[in-house]
């Protein structure tokens, strides 16, 4: 079906910056693609979507801050994120149209 491998993650301090990749293993041309993420105690939410056009759409609480971008060559969706703050702490998944989530990179914001 096509797994999704998520990479990037680690830890940030407030108001830095940090890109988290989506490898896909087979192709994503013409497919939505999505960054998800689960903080402790929370539910999943959706941050980032990108369709196979380029189309975007963001969580509020991210616009500006974040940028969503896909490499169809590449069968890879990235998410940059700037300016992260404390709240953006949570394991990051990327999910894709046909069904398959990653297994979550986590992504901690500290000083």
């Known amino acids: 079906q096509g797994e999704l491998v998520e990479s990037g993650g680690g830890l940030v301090q407030p108001g830095g910056s940090l890109r988290l990749s989506c490898a896909a293993s087979?192709?994503?041309?013409?497919?939505?693609m999505t960054w998800h993420r689960q903080a402790p105690g929370k539910e999943r939410e959706l941050v980032a979507g990108?369709?196979?056009?380029?189309?975007?759409n963001y969580l509020d609480s991210v616009k500006g801050r974040f940028t969503i971008s896909r490499d169809n060559a590449k069968n890879t969706i990235y998410l940059q994120m700037n300016s992260v703050k404390y709240e953006d702490t949570a394991v990051y998944y990327c999910?894709?149209?046909?069904?398959?989530w990653g297994q979550g990179t986590q992504v901690t914001v500290s000083s």
């Open positions: 999910k894709s149209a046909w069904g398959s």
């Open positions: 087979r192709t994503i041309y013409g497919y939505y």
């Open positions: 990108i369709t196979g056009g380029g189309r975007t």
